[in-house]
């Protein structure tokens, strides 16, 4: 049998599993949705949300991509962030990046993997712009380690300078957002830091206009 015949079978086993703990499970899981975090993470098959929180279908709203960035031109994932925000009104934003990333590790190196270069651009911009605290660390694992918790904290920096993130906190004092890190070596998440609504967004740049609409 392949693989992903099996994985179908593993579907319809599960199926029987939650029907058998809920009968009317499926009824209340197709009705709505009302998740109370976004996830922004790492498209690495290793990271699953669900898995390593432990959380069940409709608790979490889903973004993932190369080493769980938030760019301000990124449409996807401005959807994505304005969607969850203001129609689901989730609480809590959380970008979880991973040590051992192999986006951020690219980004440390001089080798072109194609396209995907343009898109780690923004990682080696984060480097440059901490490339003493980076670079004083003791050895390669050490470096790309620090790297990833910086990228992460630049990330829901990067969240707080949306208009759509300023806009919520004024009417509604949510989301919450917080920089996490997963550690795939025991399993742990270590979190890095959290942005609450009451603190305006640090750099008056980037603080828009948004309470005189
Ligand atoms: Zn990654």
């Given at each position: 049998?392949?693989?992903?015949?099996?994985?179908?079978?593993?579907?319809?086993?599960?199926?029987?599993?939650?029907?058998?703990?809920?009968?009317?499970?499926?009824?209340?899981?197709?009705?709505?949705?009302?998740?109370?975090?976004?996830?922004?993470?790492?498209?690495?098959?290793?990271?699953?949300?669900?898995?390593?929180?432990?959380?069940?279908?409709?608790?979490?709203f889903i973004h993932r991509n190369v080493a769980n960035l938030v760019v301000h031109t990124d449409f996807n994932l401005l959807s994505v962030l304005q969607y969850a925000v203001e129609v689901l009104e989730i609480n809590h934003v959380i970008v979880?990046?991973?040590?051992?990333?192999?986006?951020?590790?690219?980004?440390?190196?001089?080798?072109?993997?194609?396209?995907?270069?343009?898109?780690?651009?923004?990682?080696?911009?984060?480097?440059?712009?901490?490339?003493?605290?980076?670079?004083?660390?003791?050895?390669?694992?050490?470096?790309?380690?620090?790297?990833?918790?910086?990228?992460?904290?630049?990330?829901?920096?990067?969240?707080?300078?949306?208009?759509?993130?300023?806009?919520?906190?004024?009417?509604?004092?949510?989301?919450?957002?917080?920089?996490?890190?997963?550690?795939?070596?025991?399993?742990?998440?270590?979190?890095?830091?959290?942005?609450?609504?009451?603190?305006?967004?640090?750099?008056?740049?980037?603080?828009?206009?948004?309470?005189?609409?």
């Amino acid at each position: 049998m392949n693989r992903y015949e099996q994985m179908l079978l593993e579907n319809k086993a599960w199926v029987e599993e939650m029907l058998e703990g809920d009968p009317a499970f499926f009824k209340k899981l197709s009705a709505s949705q009302k998740p109370e975090f976004l996830w922004i993470g790492c498209s690495d098959s290793r990271v699953s949300p669900s898995e390593i929180t432990q959380t069940s279908p409709g608790e979490i709203f889903i973004h993932r991509n190369v080493a769980n960035l938030v760019v301000h031109t990124d449409f996807n994932l401005l959807s994505v962030l304005q969607y969850a925000v203001e129609v689901l009104e989730i609480n809590h934003v959380i970008v979880c990046g991973h040590y051992g990333c192999g986006g951020v590790h690219a980004a440390l190196t001089q080798q072109s993997y194609g396209m995907i270069d343009i898109w780690l651009r923004h990682i080696k911009d984060t480097y440059c712009a901490h490339k003493h605290e980076v670079d004083t660390q003791p050895n390669d694992e050490a470096r790309a380690n620090k790297l990833v918790e910086i990228n992460v904290r630049q990330q829901v920096r990067n969240l707080a300078k949306t208009t759509i993130i300023q806009k919520a906190w004024k009417n509604r004092q949510r989301p919450f957002l917080h920089g996490w890190v997963f550690d795939m070596k025991d399993g742990i998440i270590r979190p890095q830091m959290e942005i609450t609504p009451h603190q305006p967004c640090d750099d008056p740049v980037y603080a828009y206009d948004v309470f005189k609409k």
